[in-house]
């Protein structure tokens, strides 16, 4: 796919899992909990099930603290904003970078390096 097409493709990915689990799953859980932050983890642990096994040479560790971690800081966008949209474009930004930049120069040890030591 070519950059055009990824750069499209992703904002779509992006806004279907943040509408989905912010929007939707989030937005239930605090109204049926009452408490900000045990939803906020809820949801992360939610978020991260479907992103644990996207692995491609990265443990499963890494792949569980990373999308967890996203998972906080994204439902606390969407809480401070009350938007989808500043999760949605971090979101969007993050997949397309690392499919464009790292995927494709074969860098795979960078992110895990990277993912590793900032996160």
Request: hydrophobic content about 50%.
């Amino acid at each position: 796919m070519n950059h055009k097409g990824k750069f499209i493709f992703y904002f779509f990915v992006s806004f279907i899992e943040e509408v989905i689990f912010r929007g939707i799953i989030f937005g239930l859980l605090l109204q049926k909990c009452k408490n900000k932050y045990l939803s906020c983890v809820i949801a992360a642990l939610i978020f991260t099930l479907p992103h644990i096994f996207n692995t491609d040479n990265i443990s499963v560790l890494v792949m569980f603290i990373f999308p967890f971690l996203y998972g906080i800081f994204a439902n606390e966008m969407f809480y401070t904003t009350k938007s989808i949209w500043m999760p949605t474009g971090f979101h969007w930004l993050w997949n397309y970078t690392i499919t464009s930049l790292f995927l494709v120069t074969g860098t795979q040890s960078f992110i895990y390096v990277h993912i590793t030591a900032v996160h």
